[in-house]
């Protein structure tokens, strides 16, 4: 089975940087994906962790240790758009995604 | 353009009745899946198909069936819908290449009310 743990809350100011953590524990890893979903809408790709270590694509980073079992997505210079919901999902044997319940990120100004 | 359109967008339904949601991709992924997503516990998969012709059970089967005739679609069929079936459906695809990343794309969604 898979176990996925994410804060359920954050909230912060425009311009600043908040980092959402992930805990997993599952019985196959095949990497660990973060997708973006705004209120009433479907989620998005962001990122793709498979080796250990950070991945930068703009604003936004995420960070794979697979020892740890522990992911963390960060975004930078937080815009008003970024309000969202951040969901952490990690790939077993099988390539099927198992998700966390999300992270609801609230920006303000 | 099109992706995966799902159809209908929301829906009111009495209990018992039977259901189909329709789910279509014009990306010829090899993979498809179908999720629900309640209020606290994030996506919940419900059944996958990994190639046309093929499909098998995810997290949460009880009370669902799909069927994959061929690539492009996906549809998810309540039998005898009940009130714990009140949700928000996505349909997803993915290439199905092993070895990904296999990236999952979703859908808009259909957001089904039981009565």
């Known amino acids: 089975g898979q176990n996925i743990d994410q804060p359920t809350e954050m909230t912060a100011t425009e311009g600043a940087i908040v980092q959402i953590n992930c805990t997993y524990q599952t019985s196959g890893f095949n990497g660990l994906f973060w997708y973006q979903q705004h209120a009433g809408e479907a989620p998005t790709f962001l990122s793709y962790?498979?080796?250990?270590g950070l991945e930068e694509k703009g604003r936004f980073s995420s960070f794979l240790s697979r020892s740890k079992g522990y992911s963390y997505l960060l975004l930078k210079e937080l815009q008003m758009k970024d309000s969202a919901s951040y969901l952490c999902a990690v790939s077993d044997n099988d390539y099927k995604l198992s998700f966390g319940a999300g992270t609801t990120v609230t920006v303000r100004a | 353009i099109a992706g995966i359109t799902q159809a209908p967008t929301s829906q009111i339904l009495a209990a018992g009745r039977r259901m189909t949601l329709r789910c279509t991709q014009d990306?010829?992924?090899?993979?498809m899946y179908w999720y629900r997503q309640d209020l606290g516990l994030g996506l919940r998969l419900i059944h996958y198909s990994n190639t046309a012709g093929t499909t098998g059970k995810g997290e949460v089967p009880d009370g669902y069936s799909v069927s994959r005739a061929n690539t492009d679609d996906f549809p998810l069929t309540l039998a005898s819908a009940v009130p714990s079936q009140t949700s928000v459906y996505f349909c997803a695809s993915s290439p199905g290449a092993a070895g990904g990343p296999d990236t999952q794309y979703f859908g808009p969604g259909t957001r089904l009310t039981v009565l």
């Open positions: 990306m010829r992924h090899n993979a």
């Open positions: 962790n498979v080796l250990d």
